[in-house]
């Protein structure tokens, strides 16, 4: 058994980090500025966005994205209940209510064949998360979304880079006329971080300009230059906005993370690749799905192959699941002997309409949404980041073998 704790999650941070940011310290300018717009820069590009507006985490980049598209008090948006806190929390800032659509139990993404069904005369946005960094099928979400006249704000805090079919995650999808963003997290344990931080991807230019604006306090247009020599001291107060910038110091890690995003990225790939082959021969326990080797449900419909598919998954998560029926203890000890190997594990997500807030606003019972109740319960992620050295990953492997093998039915 190793001898110190693997943890769950670490950041890759190391000179190309430090020196971006002694660089932006020593430059006097520490809050929004140059090396902000040089990260929405490089990331609209890197992403294919005709706007990048950065902010200070996904859960602000989520509630600009709904201000924007005009969300009411009393309005519905519907989503998934497998998620984070953050997805269904920005609805209720506006007093509107989360509608909650099952997921698919091969993706735990939301399942758009039940969407149309929750749509009201009240419902006015999507929000589609893509777990763990596999996208949600999204061309039936924009059809149904098109069809609707709804918007789409897809929660992307887990999915930089995710490939779908061809396409990166960020970019707006072409020949739909409908009003969309994507927003990103740089929280700590994401797949590439400033430490708290969030981005706004989008290319309508309505939408990018009013994100821009109500992310200052709602003032005029590049209020941040206020300060500087071709800045203005006079500024207009258009709305009143928030405080969501942000700062030069966060967007010089986001740029010296960009500047490695492909390296950490291949090597969260290889990181799953190895742990799926490693637990290929165990039907004690369910690989998560890898869509450069499977169809995943959003390809359901298509007959290219995997390749040709052009779609690759993030790995900002490895989601394994057991299969308790074959197993004689539960999850929880499951974990519990993890954690006695030294390996740090976590679950992703308890379904929102199991917290206490929605149960008790919204009457939900666990078999409201029958399908991530039984995904929740089998689910464990184990630890997947680019600083786990193959050491690491063997002691990973090694211990969920262990554990299977000691407590097979
Ligand atoms: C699915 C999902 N959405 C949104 C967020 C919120 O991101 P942030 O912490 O940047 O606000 C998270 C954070 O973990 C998340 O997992």
Redesign the pocket.
């Known amino acids: 058994m190793r001898c110190a704790f693997l943890p769950f999650a670490l950041p890759d941070i190391n000179d190309a980090e430090y020196s971006q940011v002694k660089e932006t310290l020593a430059s006097g300018w520490i809050t929004t500025g140059p090396k902000t717009r040089l990260f929405e820069a490089e990331f609209a590009v890197y992403v294919g966005a005709r706007y990048a507006i950065a902010v200070n985490?996904?859960?602000?980049a989520?509630h600009l994205a709904l201000e924007a598209v005009g969300l009411q008090r009393g309005d519905e948006v519907i989503t998934t209940p497998y998620?984070?806190a953050?997805?269904a929390e920005v609805v209720r800032y506006f007093d509107a209510r989360p509608v909650l659509v099952d997921i698919c139990a091969e993706d735990f993404n939301i399942n758009p064949a039940h969407i149309e069904a929750a749509i009201t005369p009240r419902t006015k946005a999507i929000i589609p998360?893509h777990?763990a960094g596999l996208a949600a099928d999204l061309d039936a979400i924009y059809a149904i979304a098109e069809r609707h006249g709804l918007a789409v704000i897809e929660?992307a805090?887990?999915s930089f880079p995710t490939l779908h079919k061809g396409r990166t995650i960020g970019m707006p999808p072409i020949g739909r006329a409908l009003r969309h963003a994507v927003c990103f997290?740089?929280?700590a344990t994401k797949t590439i971080t400033t430490g708290?931080?969030?981005m706004i991807c989008t290319d309508n230019d309505d939408i990018a300009e009013r994100c821009r604006i109500m992310a200052l306090h709602g003032i005029s247009k590049d209020a941040w230059k206020r300060y500087t020599a071709e800045g203005s001291w006079y500024y207009e107060i258009v709305a009143p906005g928030y405080k969501y910038n942000m700062t030069d110091v966060a967007a010089a890690m986001g740029l010296a993370q960009l500047g490695k995003a492909e390296r950490m990225a291949a090597r969260r790939r290889a990181i799953a690749q190895r742990y799926n082959a490693a637990f290929a021969d165990l039907p004690e326990v369910q690989t998560p799905l890898d869509p450069e080797q499977q169809r995943p449900p959003a390809c359901q419909g298509c007959s290219c192959s995997p390749t040709e598919m052009q779609c690759s998954h993030a790995w900002h998560l490895y989601m394994l699941r057991l299969n308790l029926e074959r197993l004689t203890i539960d999850r929880a000890r499951f974990i519990e002997l993890l954690k006695a190997h030294n390996i740090g594990v976590s679950v992703h997500f308890i379904p929102l309409h199991l917290h206490p807030y929605y149960r008790e606003t919204y009457g939900y019972r666990p078999q409201d949404y029958p399908v991530a109740y039984a995904e929740y319960l089998r689910e464990i992620s184990l630890p997947i980041y680019s600083k786990m050295s193959d050491e690491d990953v063997n002691d990973v492997i090694t211990a969920v073998r262990a554990i299977v093998a000691e407590h097979r039915r």
């Open positions: 985490s996904c859960t602000a989520m998620t984070f953050a997805t998360v777990i929660d805090a887990h997290s740089f929280y708290e931080g969030g």
